[in-house]
């Protein structure tokens, strides 16, 4: 079965600091893996997504992740946060045969301090 | 163009009342899902439509749950009777293709209260 987890339900960076939250999966077979985010009184949003090809995924606002399968993760980081980026981040993962159904993590709440 | 839209936003009943959930996806997507997040749970998957078909159901939770999409235009999601643990939001979502790794748009919830 597919799992995915996430380090850490809440993390606190300073503005301007580097945003790592982390992403590991279980999967026996390739992975599509996601990453959503839900600002304050909002829905989710696609923040990237990797579907196979470049391991490396640039997604929106400056956002980015590498799947890494000899470590089966898929990290999602930025290199100097904003006040703006504070939201909950879930990673998801899905599989051919699945029929596009996601499988989220329990999402990562984002501070984000002066 | 309009993203997924959901009707209540919010809504607070009593248990053992019925709520029903509205869901318009985006125009032209084929497939819809309903997801939930209980609170402090992750986000976990209830069922897929393609057009008015139920693709895959074997997340709802049991059979107080009953979801539609009559002409394969808008779906509801109705609880009867609603429960305490049926407390948490609701999210709608609509793809444009049935394949894993296409990307899903979701809606921005409806959130249920049950007292």
């Known amino acids: 079965a597919q799992s995915v987890t996430q380090l850490g339900s809440h993390v606190s960076v300073s503005e301007g600091a580097l945003v790592l939250l982390r992403c590991n999966y279980s999967s026996s077979v390739p992975p599509y893996l996601f990453w959503y985010v839900q600002y304050p009184n909002q829905g989710l949003q696609l923040l990237l997504k990797?579907?196979?090809?470049?391991?490396l995924v640039k997604g929106i606002n400056g956002f980015e992740a590498e799947f890494k399968k000899s470590e089966t993760s898929f990290h999602l980081t930025k290199p100097s946060a904003h006040m703006s980026d504070a939201a909950e981040y879930f990673c998801?993962?899905?599989?051919?045969?699945?029929?596009?159904?996601?499988?989220f993590g329990t999402g990562t709440q984002l501070k984000v301090e002066l | 163009e309009a993203g997924v839209t959901q009707f209540p936003s919010h809504s607070v009943i009593e248990k053992g009342q019925t709520v029903t959930l509205r869901c318009d996806p985006i125009s032209g997507h084929d497939n819809l899902y309903w997801y939930r997040r209980v609170m402090g749970k992750e986000i976990k998957f209830l069922l897929h439509f393609v057009k008015e078909s139920k693709q895959d159901e074997s997340g709802m939770p049991n059979n107080r749950f009953l979801a539609e999409r009559t002409g394969g235009t808008y779906s509801t999601l109705k609880v009867q009777p609603a429960e305490l643990e049926d407390s948490g939001v609701y999210f709608c979502?609509?793809?444009?293709?049935?394949?894993?790794?296409?990307?899903?748009?979701f809606g921005e919830g409806s959130w249920l209260t049950v007292v």
């Open positions: 979502a609509s793809s444009q293709s049935t394949g894993a790794g296409n990307t899903i748009y």
């Open positions: 998801a993962v899905s599989f051919t045969g699945g029929g596009n159904k996601l499988t």
């Open positions: 990797y579907t196979s090809a470049a391991t």
